[in-house]
């Protein structure tokens, strides 16, 4: 039996319902014994009551995506989809990521974390800036700072999320993702969006966001592109499942945002389009994560 994990109580509750919902109708959808939880609040309880034996996770942020669920469930002896609770806990910290990242050279923007209540490091890297809360998805609680007169109220919105922040260069270009399903990289998608960057608004709500898989690259950017993902990915010790976010310079130089452990799996996701263009639809691709387990 399995128990489709969903809801939680973060800030991406709502994409992380429609997300499991959409993956348990794919399991009804083949006849896979499965019920749907809603972790919301402290009704964890509940769902140990339940007799199962596996556990597709579609929880997103903390709780669900930081490792602290995956702990509940190794110490129950439970199987689950994607990352154990150590690289899930790596994936989440931007700012731990990053120094991850780092060791294994790869390209990053420079950044700096500010917490609350202590003094901000000097910032020796050129405006524009990003500054996101360390443990927050879905581009929840970013902001692009232009000036240093609007850095308080961009880490004020940010620590309303987390205590810490990070504060990086902002670069400027093109965004993709790679989607990665065991020790391959899926097609990269190319994400044009009309918000200035890839927001909240635009990864959810936003018609007018375009996706394009083919992308535009060449087959050897391309390439290259998948494997740094993979690297990336494998660093930070993830497996089963997830997503590279990149953005492409002018100089055609990639850099590395972030490895997502637990991606959407909505209608406007990513994964399931970057699947569909190598001939896996959704009901496969849920077979294919559980596969990975």
């Given amino acids: 039996m399995i128990a489709v994990l969903m809801g939680g109580n973060s800030a991406e509750r709502a994409v992380s319902l429609k997300g499991g919902e ?25 769902l140990w009551q339940q007799e199962f034996d596996q556990a597709f996770i579609v929880l997103h942020g903390r709780g669900g995506e930081d490792g602290y669920i995956q702990k509940q469930l190794e110490n129950r002896g439970i199987r689950y989809t994607g990352s154990d609770s150590n690289a899930s806990h790596n994936g989440m910290d931007k700012a731990r990521t990053k120094m991850i990242w780092k060791q294994h050279n790869l390209m990053l923007a420079p950044s700096i974390v500010a917490s609350i209540n202590q003094p901000v490091k000097p910032i020796d890297f050129p405006l524009p800036w990003a500054v996101k809360p360390t443990l927050e998805g879905s581009s929840i609680g970013i902001s ?22 990070l504060v990086e260069q902002w670069i400027e270009g093109d965004e993709y993702t790679v989607a990665i399903l065991g020790d391959k990289a899926l097609p990269v998608v190319k994400i044009i969006t009309d918000q200035g960057f890839y927001d909240y608004e635009s990864k959810y709500h936003s018609n007018e966001t375009q996706y394009l898989c083919p992308c535009d690259l060449s087959p050897s950017q391309e390439k290259a592109l998948q494997a740094i993902a993979l690297k990336a990915f494998f660093a930070i010790n993830a497996k089963g499942w997830g997503r590279g976010d990149f953005i492409i310079n002018q100089h055609n130089k990639p850099y590395l945002l972030e490895i997502n452990t637990v991606p959407g799996m909505t209608s406007h996701s990513l994964v399931p389009m970057a699947a569909k263009a190598m001939g896996m639809n959704f009901n496969q691709l849920v077979v294919a994560i559980l596969d990975e387990i």
């Fill in 22 to 46: 959409a993956v348990y109708q794919a399991l009804n959808n083949q006849n896979i014994d499965c019920f749907k939880f809603d972790w919301h609040k402290d009704n964890l309880s509940k």
């Fill in 144 to 165: 692009k700072v232009d000036s240093q007169t609007q850095l308080n109220e961009a880490l004020t919105l940010a620590w309303q999320y987390n205590p810490h922040a």
